[in-house]
Nanobody
Framework: QVQLVESGGGLVQAGGSLRLSCAASGSIVSRNAMGWYRQAPGKQRELVAAITSVGTTNYVDSVKGRFTISRDNAKNTMYLQMNSLKPEDTAVYYC??????????????WGQGTQVTVSS
């Protein structure tokens, strides 16, 4: 089992910045992938950004150039720096941990979610 604790959400004006953090604990294997997903009201959950344990990253097109995902493997912690936020970024952001890679994995775990609200 892997436990995930998210922090850093909140309310920000358009054009502002937020930094999300996700700390993982438990049965951490060396080959893993962590990611941020988001779900807005009435919409499906979507991948925002993901990063493997060796640093390979993947972003959804709508956040490229604005968001940066990173991780500190020594702390089992992942970060999402969100700049130039837009109202359409408003959603609940979920931390995800996968045993394996971003797309090929054996098991996954989810955090409880953190609300990000961007006002216009």
């Amino acid at each position: 089992q892997v436990q995930l604790v998210e922090s850093g959400g909140g309310l920000v004006q358009a054009g502002g910045s937020l930094r999300l953090s996700c700390a993982a604990s438990g049965s951490i294997v060396s080959r893993n992938a962590m990611g941020w997903y988001r779900q807005a009201p009435g919409k499906q959950r979507e991948l925002v950004a993901a990063i493997t344990s060796v640093g390979t990253t993947n972003y959804v097109d709508s956040v490229k150039g604005r968001f940066t995902i990173s991780r500190d493997n020594a702390k089992n912690t992942m970060y999402l720096q969100m700049n130039s936020l837009k109202p359409e970024d408003t959603a609940v952001y979920y931390c995800n941990f996968r045993l394996g890679g971003i797309y090929y994995y054996t098991e996954e775990f989810w955090g409880q979610g953190t609300q990000v609200t961007v006002s216009s």
